[in-house]
């Protein structure tokens, strides 16, 4: 605190002096003189201890609250800052609280540190005041400071009595701080035994000082190095014995400041484990060792990370092996016997660490084995019997058996069916039907065991034997359609006795017999026919079995296929087949659209069969392939396609596709007045009211309005493939017509052949000519022009005017009739005389002459 002595002592409304200075205190001491009814002033930093480059604020305040009313308020007053322009920085002011924000400043001196300002408030303000807020950035570096210097030279109160021999300042004081330097975090870091690591450290300082690193807790394959430019590189190098995790590995970067200051960052290190391969000590490239003869080779292994080691082998015959002593060490060991002898290559001993992974090392040696003793041979052989048949209960087998090469001493034993054999023969008892007869000799010397076997199959007559006969086909009780029938079944004999002699016959008709099964061609006549096989059966003990099958079987002859009719039954189809010969068998959908099917339960052989469909939905067409099958094969396909046309569906077609094989169309109509159809982009229509309208298509056809009508479509169909057609109605509400596409008629009163389309435009003389009161003009549009041409059909008088006009409009190819009744326009009728026809049709115009009569 410093205070400073102005003027001597001035006592102000009976104020009593209690202390005096009696001088004045230097700059920078903290020496206060104490006054009663005193006036404080203070320059106040918000932060007195910043560091570089930060922003500071700095309070001017006045306290008036020691003097008593009215000398305390204060009024005017003028006063100097200054301040160290090397340490700190002038920005800007910023007004106090009213009445004291708008003071008069003098900022010429700023940059040398000096601001000069004086203000003045009519009638004063008491209490604490702040009179003016600066702020200022820090420029020094770390330890220079600097006093914020505030003197008044002049202070008021309201009585216009200076203040300044009672005014005590205090001055602020800025010193600068060290910033510590950042240093940047460190992330975890991994690597593997064996490897190099850099790692690489950087850290930043506020005063732009020089950092130094260091490094605490690092083991002792990690090297800080510090590059003096305030980055280090860490470097780690650990060793096949470092594995494992390092934790809080810090480094440390310290600035050069004044107090020095640090900022740490750790991490952790992990260091994975490395396995490295097992050592195994090579075998021989050759080893050679001799028959009979047992040889053991040492095998060795060192694991460089101390894992245990397991032996394997492969390509080791089979008279060797690997014995493993679990420490890494083991005996390879051959006991090679008589035909052992060879060359055996690329024997391989393998040794295999348990580390993760496990890794190997191997060896390789080639083996021979010297050819140094003869063969273990023995045979066995059946003289008698060789095989064959036999009626007795017992066989006697007789052997013959064979030894070379043994060694040492000798036991050999030879059984037949396990009966020993003690003097070259031995007798075998028989079953009925095939018996195995097995001769085995078993031979052991000092070194093996040699094993042989005969044996022969003996077919035991012991019994009588039986037959199993069954005819499969035909059927007992069909129905044949043909004088010639073809007898099958199987036949076989029971107990597995295989016959000397077999045959079968059918009525006497020789069979011919392939395994189990048999066949013979047998004429039947009309009428039932009893048909009889026979199996006859006799084995070599002459043995007969005789077994028989009678079925039987009747004779019709029937050629034609089933029949079928059908009616409409509301939006659903109900039909019936017929075959009144062989009768029906079999009734099966071959396609279903939009129908499900009911058929009456029969017994095959029915004379006819009812059946029903039903639409799934009654807004689509119902199309369906019902084959029925007669007893003779016979088929037949029933195959319409039905669709209910509505006056409901007016501007919403009926588009769907049929088969070439249903090429009539027969509507039977309920009231509509006209059905357009468009079969594979050609147009036809039936109307009822076949003169009605000025221009009609010549494939308009008359339809009653009850009843139906019959068209042949064979002109228009494809072959073999489907057909499009596009169905449009037109009708009174509730009127609507049965559409029937069938492969044959029923009932139809006539068949309708389908105009063509012109080749060429034509324009033909109207009939009749002369006409009262119509007359009809044709005319066609060919079928190479695009659909959609325009089209004007005229009527003009002889002075050239438009009398009427029949046609102006797009239309498609094909023949057409125009009618005109004589009148104009306005529908007034025209006077009798000569007039004139023209059409116009893209590039096409003609012209003609017609005359009307009174």
């Given at each position: 605190m410093r205070s400073k002595w102005y003027r001597p002592l001035w006592c102000a409304c009976g104020s009593v002096l209690l202390l005096l200075a009696a001088f004045t205190p230097a700059r920078g001491q903290d020496v206060e003189i104490v006054l009663v009814d005193s006036v404080r002033a203070e320059s106040v930093p918000n932060n007195p201890k910043p560091f570089r480059n930060d922003t500071i604020r700095v309070a001017i305040n006045v306290d008036m609250t020691a003097l008593q009313a009215p000398s305390n308020r204060l009024t005017a007053y003028q006063t100097t800052l200054k301040w160290n322009k090397n340490v700190i920085r002038f920005l800007d002011t910023i007004s106090a609280p009213a009445?004291?924000?708008?003071?008069?400043?003098?900022?010429?001196?700023?940059?040398?540190?000096?601001i000069e300002w004086n203000d003045f408030v009519a009638g004063g303000t008491s209490g604490k005041i702040n009179i003016l807020n600066l702020r200022f950035r820090v420029t020094g570096n770390p330890g220079d400071s600097t006093f914020l210097d505030l003197n008044f030279s002049e202070m008021t109160n309201s009585a216009l009595m200076s203040l300044l021999p009672i005014l005590v300042t205090k001055d602020g004081k800025v010193t600068v701080q060290n910033g510590p330097p950042r240093i940047t975090d460190i992330p975890p870091q991994t690597m593997s035994e064996g490897g190099t690591l850099n790692v690489p450290a950087t850290a930043t300082d506020p005063e732009n000082g020089k950092i130094k690193f260091r490094t605490v807790n690092f083991p002792a394959f990690g090297v800080l190095t510090d590059n003096n430019n305030n980055t280090a590189t860490i470097l780690f190098t650990p060793d096949?014995?470092?594995?494992?995790?390092y934790s809080n590995l810090m480094v440390i970067a310290t600035d050069d400041g004044i107090p020095a200051k640090s900022d740490t960052t750790t991490f952790t290190l992990t260091v994975n484990n490395v396995n490295r391969p097992p050592k195994i000590t090579p075998l021989p490239a050759q080893i050679t060792i001799d028959e009979g003869v047992t040889t053991d080779i040492p095998v060795t292994a060192t694991d460089p990370d101390g894992d245990g080691i397991t032996l394997g082998n492969r390509n080791l015959p089979a008279f060797a092996a690997l014995m493993d002593n679990g420490n890494g060490t083991g005996v390879l060991r051959f006991t090679p016997g008589r035909s052992d002898a060879g060359d055996y290559l690329n024997l391989k001993v393998f040794a295999t660490d348990n580390g993760v992974p496990p890794l190997s090392d191997s060896t390789q040696s080639n083996l021979r084995v010297n050819n140094t003793q003869s063969p273990l041979v023995c045979k066995i052989e059946i003289v008698r019997p060789r095989g064959g048949t036999s009626c007795s209960q017992e066989v006697e087998v007789c052997v013959s058996t064979t030894i070379t090469g043994a060694v040492g001493p000798v036991t050999s034993v030879a059984t037949v069916n396990g009966i020993p054999v003690l003097t070259g023969c031995v007798k075998v008892p028989l079953v009925n039907g095939p018996n195995n007869i097995v001769a085995r000799l078993t031979v052991k010397d000092a070194q093996e065991t040699c094993v042989s076997a005969d044996s022969v199959t003996v077919i035991g007559r012991l019994s009588p034997f039986s037959c199993t006969l069954n005819i499969t086909a035909p059927a007992d009780g069909a129905l044949i359609c043909s004088e010639n029938v073809d007898v099958k079944g199987t036949a076989s004999i029971v107990g597995n006795i295989i016959p000397l002699t077999s045959k079968v016959d059918v009525n006497g008709v020789p069979a011919t017999l392939t395994g189990s099964s048999f066949s013979a061609p047998v004429k039947i006549d009309a009428g039932l026919n009893t048909l009889i096989a026979t199996f006859t059966v006799t084995d070599s003990c002459n043995n007969t079995a005789v077994c028989r099958d009678t079925i039987r079987v009747r004779l019709r002859i029937d050629e034609n296929a089933p029949t079928c009719a059908f009616s409409r039954e509301g939006k659903s189809v109900v039909g019936t087949f017929f075959d009144n010969v062989s009768g029906i068998f079999s009734i099966e959908p071959v396609l279903l659209l939009n129908g499900k099917l009911t058929v009456e339960q029969f017994t095959p052989g029915a004379p006819k069969v009812d059946f029903r469909v039903d639409p799934?939905?009654?807004?689509?067409?119902l199309s369906f392939?019902?084959?029925?099958?007669d007893g003779c094969g016979n088929s037949h396909i029933c195959d319409p396609v039905f669709l209910q046309l509505t006056a409901d569906r007016a501007n919403n077609p009926y588009v769907f596709q049929f088969r070439s094989i249903d090429r009539y169309l027969q509507l039977t109509n309920k009231g509509l007045s006209e059905v357009r159809v468009e079969l594979n982009n050609k147009r036809f229509s039936f109307s009822t009211a076949r003169r009605g309208g000025s221009v009609q298509s010549l494939g308009v056809y008359a339809m009653p309005a009850e009843g139906a009508v019959t068209l042949d479509l064979l002109a228009y169909l494809r072959d073999n493939e489907d057909n499009d057609i596009r169905i449009e109605v037109a009708g009174p509400a509730g009127s609507s017509a049965d559409l029937l596409l069938i492969d044959e008629l029923h009932g139809a009163h006539h068949a309708l052949t389908l105009q063509e389309v012109p080749?060429?435009?034509?324009?033909?003389?109207n009939y009749p000519n002369p006409f009262n009161p119509e007359t009809i003009i044709r005319f066609g549009i060919p079928a190479d022009i695009a659909a959609g041409t325009p089209v004007q059909l005229r009527i003009y008088n002889m002075l050239g005017e438009v009398v009427r006009t029949l046609v102006d409009q797009p239309m498609q190819p094909g023949n057409y009739t125009a009618r005109w009744n004589g009148r104009n326009e306005r529908g007034i009728q025209v006077a009798a005389g000569v007039y004139i026809y023209r059409i116009v049709a893209g590039d096409y115009r003609a012209t003609k002459r017609m005359l009307m009569l009174k």
């Open positions: 009445p004291w924000n708008t003071p008069s400043l003098n900022l010429d001196s700023v940059l040398v540190g000096r096949f014995n470092a594995a494992g995790v799934i939905d009654e807004n689509s067409r392939d019902l084959k029925a099958t080749l060429s435009y034509e324009l033909s003389q």
